[in-house]
């Protein structure tokens, strides 16, 4: 399989490479990372012909969307596929005041959750004004999740306000033509398909819900997508680090270090790639791919060198055989779609 294989993203008019670079290391996520080491890792993900790269407000309070910015400048606008997200607004804050949370170091403002119609059209504009672009292609609500707001009551609350307000507003945007295609970012499917029921989305960005390790996305939602044109775009498919690593002690899963379960699953997952010859990661990156809504994978990247691994680890051949001793093994589910 090749990563710059164009693929269409479901019913919209968009064409994006089944690799795209996720932009949360490149705000600082765990680690800080310089200016010049962030640029070199977008500018190396467009040497290797990555051309969909996705970005936040949220990933270091804008230093994620200002690095990016910053090299994709200097290419012609019309040659690259740019997501970002609304749902926070960056308030200016005194540094000794912000709580970066999982960003090791962040921008001087403090992320304000605002799904109303005036909320995501100020986001939509500071993005381009942070990004430098007249345009943004994909536009996502983010994190409409429970896991996010602290509970469902508290979700369903925030999804009641973007659908009265900000859900307006990406409509308008999308018929202005200021954005091609409009949808969500979010850590659970349950909380897409409720969304995809009640709005006009064209795509979804979903994070470590749909990967080697897990597939109940496959029971109503994925199947909602496919019948209705919905692409689908799968981040985090290495589950924030175990499906790369294995499960090796610090192994982490889902932002936290993995439970036992999840290692030992992970374990008897590897174990049939190492009998095929494979490595964990290539099956992680390629898995999603074989589904026919799923348009890319964005794994993230705080350097060079980790860009041309992810191509290299993307690029292997994974025989047939491999997934079915998986189904087999009851390691994968066994309508799970394969490459």
Not at 17 to 42: Q, Y
Not at 83 to 110: H, I, N, W
Not at 205 to 222: D, P
Request: glycine share 12%.
């Amino acid at each position: 399989m090749k990563h710059t294989q164009g693929r269409r993203l479901g019913r919209t008019s968009l064409s994006v490479t089944s690799m795209g670079l996720g932009g949360a290391p490149l705000g600082n996520l765990f680690a800080e990372l310089a200016d010049a080491e962030a640029h070199d890792t977008v500018t190396r993900a467009w040497q290797e012909g990555i051309r969909l790269f996705d970005t936040a407000p949220f990933y270091g309070h804008g230093d994620s969307e200002r690095r990016m910015g910053e090299v994709l400048r200097e290419y012609g606008r019309d040659g690259f596929v740019l997501s970002t997200k609304v749902g926070r607004l960056l308030e200016p804050c005194p540094p000794d005041k912000v709580d970066g949370g999982q960003f090791a170091k962040t921008l001087p403002f403090r992320p304000v959750f605002d799904y109303s119609y005036d909320g995501v059209m100020r986001s939509f504009e500071d993005s381009l004004q942070r990004i430098a672009t007249p345009r943004i292609d994909i536009l996502f609500a983010h994190d409409l999740d429970a896991w996010t707001h602290g509970g469902e009551a508290a979700r369903d609350a925030r999804v009641k306000e973007f659908m009265a307000g900000g859900y307006r507003a990406l409509v308008e945007l999308r018929d202005q033509g200021a954005v091609t295609a409009i949808g969500a970012g979010l850590n659970e499917w349950q909380a897409c398909e409720f969304l995809a029921r009640q709005g006009d989305f064209d795509c979804f960005l979903l994070a470590g819900r749909y990967t080697l390790l897990e597939q109940e996305a496959l029971a109503t939602f994925l199947p909602l997508c496919e019948e209705r044109g919905i692409g689908i775009i799968v981040g985090g498919p290495y589950n924030t680090g175990i499906l790369a690593t294995g499960a090796v002690e610090g192994a982490t899963y889902d932002y936290a270090p993995a439970a036992p379960e999840i290692m030992k699953r992970v374990g008897e997952i590897e174990a049939v790639c190492v009998r095929h010859g494979v490595g964990l990661a290539s099956a992680a990156l390629q898995f999603p791919l074989g589904h026919p809504a799923v348009a890319a994978v964005i794994p993230g990247a705080r350097t060079p060198a980790e860009v041309a691994i992810n191509v290299e680890t993307f690029g292997r051949e994974i025989p047939a055989d491999l997934w079915a001793e998986l189904k087999a093994e009851g390691l994968l589910r066994p309508d799970a779609p394969t490459p």
